[in-house]
């Protein structure tokens, strides 16, 4: 991570059981960044099934690194599985080498991710979820 406004992604996590929970977090950050607190500058939809390269239902949340420990730290407490990342113009070391895994890691479908360098035409940080 180069500076502490970098942007990063947190994907969380969560089973039909853990959905209301998934569903309280969301709204937390959503309430966050209503307020223009932790830096938080998107929260995306919950999606009921795997896409991209998540094989599970998940939601996006972007940030700024600066919010990094407060960010895990909610995570965390939520007791939901999580992965956190920086945003850099490298898919797939972002959701490898880069990667911070709250709770047991998923296997992830990595055929889906962009090049080094490269971008397949989807627009990028702040922009869309899936």
């Known amino acids: 991570?180069?500076?502490n406004l970098s942007p990063c992604h947190a994907h969380i996590y969560y089973t039909a059981e853990e959905r209301p929970r998934a569903e309280r977090l969301r709204d937390d950050f959503l309430d966050q960044a209503a307020k223009g607190e932790a830096d938080i500058?998107?929260?995306g939809q919950m999606t009921d099934r795997g896409v991209g390269p998540h094989p599970v239902p998940q939601y996006e949340v972007h940030f700024l690194e600066r919010s990094w420990s407060d960010m895990i730290?909610?995570?965390e407490a939520s007791g939901l599985r999580a992965l956190v990342h920086p945003l850099t113009d490298d898919d797939v070391?972002?959701?490898t080498k880069h990667a911070h895994w709250i709770?047991?890691?998923?296997?992830?479908d990595f055929s889906v991710l962009d090049p080094p360098?490269?971008?397949k035409g989807i627009p990028r940080f702040g922009k869309t979820d899936f």
């Not at 709770?103 to 992830?108: A, M, Q, V």
């Open 93 to 95: 070391a972002d959701h």
């Open 41 to 43: 500058l998107f929260v």
């Open 73 to 75: 730290a909610a995570i």
């Open 1 to 3: 991570m180069t500076t």
């Open 117 to 119: 360098g490269e971008n």
């Open 103 to 108: 709770g047991e890691p998923l296997k992830l």
